[in-house]
Nanobody, 125 residues
Framework: QVQLVESGGGLVQAGGSLRLSCAAS????????MGWFRQAPGKEREFVAA????????YYADSVKGRFTISRDNAKNTVYLQMNSLKPEDTAVYYC??????????????????WGQGTQVTVSS
């Protein structure tokens, strides 16, 4: 089992920045690829970003590319999502997730085995 706890969400004006953190416990964090997803009211949960177990490869949704940066610190068992130039359409609950057994696509929600409880991000216009 892996436990994930997100933090860092909040209310920010358009154009502002936030950094989300996801602290993991329970298993060997450095072995797992990690991802961030988000879910806006009335919409399906969607992929935002992912990072390989080593941190050497990162993946982004087109909607956040160039504005968001995913990173990880395996010594702290933590993955981060730096969000810059935020837009009102970025408003959502953000979730971090773990891939225990990777089988082909970081973008596919079905790859992810464990989820955090989510943190709310609200961007005002």
């Amino acid at each position: 089992q892996v436990q994930l706890v997100e933090s860092g969400g909040g209310l920010v004006q358009a154009g502002g920045s936030l950094r989300l953190s996801c602290a993991a416990s329970g298993r060997t964090f450095s072995s797992f690829a990690m991802g961030w997803f988000r879910q806006a009211p009335g919409k399906e949960r969607e992929f935002v970003a992912a990072i390989s177990w080593s941190g050497g490869s990162t993946y982004y949704a087109d909607s956040v590319k160039g504005r968001f940066t995913i990173s990880r610190d395996n010594a702290k068992n933590t993955v981060y999502l730096q969000m810059n130039s935020l837009k009102p359409e970025d408003t959502a609950v953000y979730y971090c997730a773990v891939i225990e057994y990777y089988s082909g696509s970081y973008y596919d929600i079905r790859e992810y085995d464990y989820w955090g409880q989510g943190t709310q991000v609200t961007v005002s216009s």
